[in-house]
């Protein structure tokens, strides 16, 4: 039976920890498929590592496939989602990979739609926040620079996107496999870098609408529009990468 490898990377969500990851455990998932999770903790605090030792055990002690790895010092979001994918070196070819954030703003439920959308044309699956009904509620700077960084990696890629910055990403463990040693990125750059990554290895990327929740700088968000330069940068390094191989535009 295959498996969906949930990747959540963690750094001081001490307040949201436990029920995301009671929501990715309780979420329904494609007949034949079951479910694991990796938490990888980039370093929290004292009281955020101690959260996430309880909630994994909770959760282990009620049956869930879960295991928690832990940074020795905060290194960012793509170090700590590295590392998870890192350790998935047993895992069996027909498996899969859901990058899932530790906060509450993707839902888990959404899983289940983007497994379903994985096939033999599209070896990848991305969420999306602008199909399928309201867009979220985002200011307009945080708009704009959504919109920008998509047509920008589109551009790179060759990729039709409407939401590559999406924080819930899928994708089949033999491309997890083939991509990885080309990811370096350790902060928010790692969005465009799997992108990136992806098209040089010809993967075309599905999209599925998903939920999307937005929380404020004071609930926790970490990004910030100095993260949006450093995606942007990412993309300007990773086309020259792409120019080198003669892939995307």
């Given at each position: 039976?295959p498996?969906?490898h949930?990747?959540?990377?963690?750094?001081e969500?001490?307040?949201?920890?436990?029920?995301?990851?009671?929501?990715?455990?309780?979420?329904?998932?494609p007949?034949?498929?079951?479910?694991?999770?990796?938490v990888?903790d980039?370093?929290?605090?004292?009281?955020?590592?101690?959260?996430a030792?309880s909630s994994?055990d909770e959760?282990?002690?009620?049956g869930v496939t879960?295991?928690?790895l832990?940074h020795?010092?905060?290194?960012g979001?793509?170090?700590?989602?590295?590392?998870?994918?890192?350790?998935?070196?047993?895992?069996?070819?027909d498996?899969?990979?859901?990058?899932?954030?530790?906060?509450?703003?993707?839902?888990?439920?959404d899983?289940?739609a983007?497994?379903?959308?994985?096939?033999d044309?599209?070896?990848?699956?991305?969420?999306?926040r602008w199909?399928?009904g309201?867009?979220?509620?985002?200011?307009p700077?945080?708009?704009?620079?959504?919109w920008?960084?998509?047509?920008a990696?589109?551009?790179?890629t060759?990729?039709?996107?409407?939401?590559?910055?999406?924080?819930?990403k899928l994708?089949?463990m033999?491309?997890?496999?083939?991509?990885?040693?080309e990811?370096?990125?350790?902060?928010f750059g790692?969005?465009?870098?799997i992108?990136?990554a992806?098209?040089?290895?010809?993967v075309?990327i599905?999209?599925?609408p998903?939920?999307?929740?937005?929380?404020?700088v004071?609930?926790g968000?970490?990004?910030?529009w100095?993260?949006?330069l450093?995606a942007?940068a990412?993309?300007?390094?990773?086309?020259?990468r792409?120019?080198?191989?003669?892939?995307?535009?």
């Open positions: 039976m498996v969906l949930a990747v959540v990377p963690h750094y969500e001490a307040r949201t920890l436990p029920e995301i990851l009671a929501r990715i455990a309780e979420a329904s998932l007949s034949g498929w079951r479910r694991a999770i990796v990888v980039d370093h929290s605090s004292e009281g955020g590592w101690s959260v030792r994994v959760l282990a002690g009620r879960i295991r928690l832990r020795d010092r905060n290194r979001k793509g170090a700590a989602i590295r590392t998870g994918l890192d350790s998935l070196g047993s895992a069996d070819a498996d899969a990979v859901v990058l899932q954030d530790a906060d509450l703003e993707y839902d888990p439920r899983h289940a983007m497994l379903e959308r994985l096939d044309r599209h070896r990848a699956v991305y969420g999306t199909w399928g309201d867009a979220p509620a985002l200011g700077i945080q708009r704009l620079g959504n920008f960084l998509t047509r990696s589109n551009r790179m060759g990729q039709v996107l409407t939401d590559m910055e999406c924080g819930l994708i089949a033999p491309i997890v496999r083939a991509i990885l040693p990811l370096d990125e350790d902060g790692i969005e465009p870098q992108t990136a992806l098209s040089r290895h010809g075309r599905a999209e599925v998903v939920r999307y929740a937005p929380r404020s004071a609930e968000k970490k990004i910030r100095r993260d949006g450093s942007l990412v993309i300007r390094r990773e086309r020259r792409q120019a080198a191989r003669g892939v995307g535009k």
